[in-house]
């Protein structure tokens, strides 16, 4: 009995361990640098330190579980409501009054040297082949999968239902349905944009889009690619 109870908690361990996979650029080119990960949603003034980059590629982060202290001035022309954060793609106002929390976008993973240098970012996907849609969405095609965005919200938020999008085409209006599943903690939160299902188009025209979107926070970091950019 003894063994078998050895044996099942290696066996979740070890699956444990393979669904939190270490997060790692492929073929990191700045080993010889000391490269932190910033982001930069108050500009390029007012970088936000989320963790650090290992001589190999793998990342380490650390997310502060605040903001930095921050000016009337800076809140006023970068804090949003969570309405335009997380719904702004809707044809219909989502949510209002007091749910209509402090938030903001964070943008792009970004790679900076010690000495202040801007040499790369980070795209966070679950296959590396929606990179051409996620940089021209207008001109690329896009895949079944996921793409991730790191938002902070100033309070707890929770959501769930449904919203759309109207797209005006040639052959009539098409529309893109929004599924949210949104459990947030205050502070940093990364949030999953899952393609389930993509409108074909004839691409003489213009390229397909993805029309249903599942929308879910992770609770930790995602299990997915890294990919960076440099410059």
């Known amino acids: 009995m003894k063994n078998v109870l050895l044996c099942i908690i290696s066996i979740l361990v070890f699956n444990f361990a393979q669904s939190q996979s270490q997060p790692k650029i492929e073929d ?22 989320i963790g650090s980059m290992s001589k190999s590629g793998d990342i380490k982060f650390d997310i502060p579980q605040e903001l930095p202290q921050l000016s009337k001035e800076t809140e006023d022309n970068f804090m949003n409501d969570v309405a335009y954060t997380l719904f702004d793609v809707c044809d219909i106002n989502m949510v209002s009054g007091n749910d209509n929390i402090k938030s903001v976008e964070t943008g792009a993973l970004s790679l900076w040297t010690k000495d ?15 990179l051409p849609w996620i940089e021209d969405p207008g001109y690329n095609e896009p895949i079944l999968g996921s793409y991730f965005e790191l938002i902070y919200v100033a309070s707890p938020f929770n959501y769930k239902g449904e919203c759309t ?14 599924s949210y599943d949104l459990d947030l903690k205050a ?8 393609i389930d299902h993509i409108y074909k188009t004839d691409p003489n025209v213009m390229a397909s889009f993805p029309d249903k979107i599942s929308v879910t926070n992770v609770e930790a970091i995602p299990n997915s690619k890294w990919i960076g950019k440099y410059f």
């Open 28 to 49: 990191y080119p700045f080993g010889s640098l000391d490269v932190d990960v910033m982001v930069l949603p108050f500009g390029m003034e007012q970088p936000i330190k």
């Open 116 to 130: 202040k240098r801007y040499v790369g970012v980070i795209f966070t996907v679950s296959d590396e082949k929606l």
């Open 165 to 178: 999008q109207t797209r005006m085409l040639d052959s009539g209006d098409a529309e893109i349905i929004f």
């Open 187 to 194: 502070g940093f939160n990364f949030i999953e944009y899952k």
